[in-house]
């Protein structure tokens, strides 16, 4: 059960909206994604936090030398391993 | 996980990152440290002191060492698991079996054990899985960039176990 309400998308704007259609447009490539995952909205109500991540996201996630594949391989297992659901 | 890979690619992955789990629960629970060895909980199997079945294993695992490590000790997990051999030929065979290359390229599957070992702290294998990646020609760079993917995945499941998100990605129908 989710803890915190999720930031309605049709709602933000700004900073924020910026990075949500981003994150949307990035998720509807990688995985067909239709609308902003609910990892990205439960952020939107911190600006700071938002951008934070999402740049490290950006930058961890899709500045490398290894393929998006070999990055997903490993960001799976570590998400299994720290046994987190979502 | 789309990306191209299929249902036997996926159970690869879930089969790399359970084996990697395991295999840092038991480096953690002996209490091994380092690679360059030192006092366990358990002590490792002296040299020659196994039963043929056991010699011929750590004969194995030497000769594995020798091409994928670049040196020929046999790593002190596979002494301490020398000493029951079901234990040993099990976990081997598992070993073996997993890393091999499949629908996911063996190098690929070491990255996943080494990002798995980060995550869970476990200095040993973190030693041990980076020694093998070294030897395969991985540099500094691309150790970062696991570390990097291990970083910011544990942030974003930090995140999403603390306001227990409910996933809102589905797997493929069809």
Known sequence: MTTIRMVDPATVGGK???????????????????????????MGHSAELLEANWNRSRALMQRGDF????????????????ACHY | MRLGVDEVGVTELMGVTEHARAMATVASAVLLK?????ATLIA???????DPEVEALLEEIAEWARATLGQPAVPIVWRILARNVHYLRSTWR??????????????????VTLGVAMATRARYMIEYHTAVLRHA?????????????????????TLSEAMQIESDIRPPTA
């Open chain 1, 67 to 82: 393929s998006p594949l070999q990055r997903e391989l490993i960001a799976t297992a570590v998400s299994i391993a720290n």
């Open chain 2, 44 to 50: 490792p199997l002296p040299a020659g002191e196994g």
């Open chain 2, 94 to 111: 598992k070993e073996v079996a997993l890393m091999a290359a499949g629908a996911l390229p063996a190098r690929d599957k070491r990255r």
């Open chain 1, 16 to 42: 924020v909206r910026e990075i949500f259609d981003a994150a949307l447009r990035r998720e509807r490539t990688v995985f067909g994604a239709t609308q902003i995952s609910n990892i990205w909205r439960c």
């Open chain 2, 34 to 38: 380092s690679l360059a060895g030192e």
């Open chain 2, 137 to 157: 020609g991985d540099t500094d760079r691309d150790l970062l960039e696991i570390l990097g993917v291990v970083d910011h995945y544990t942030t974003l499941n």
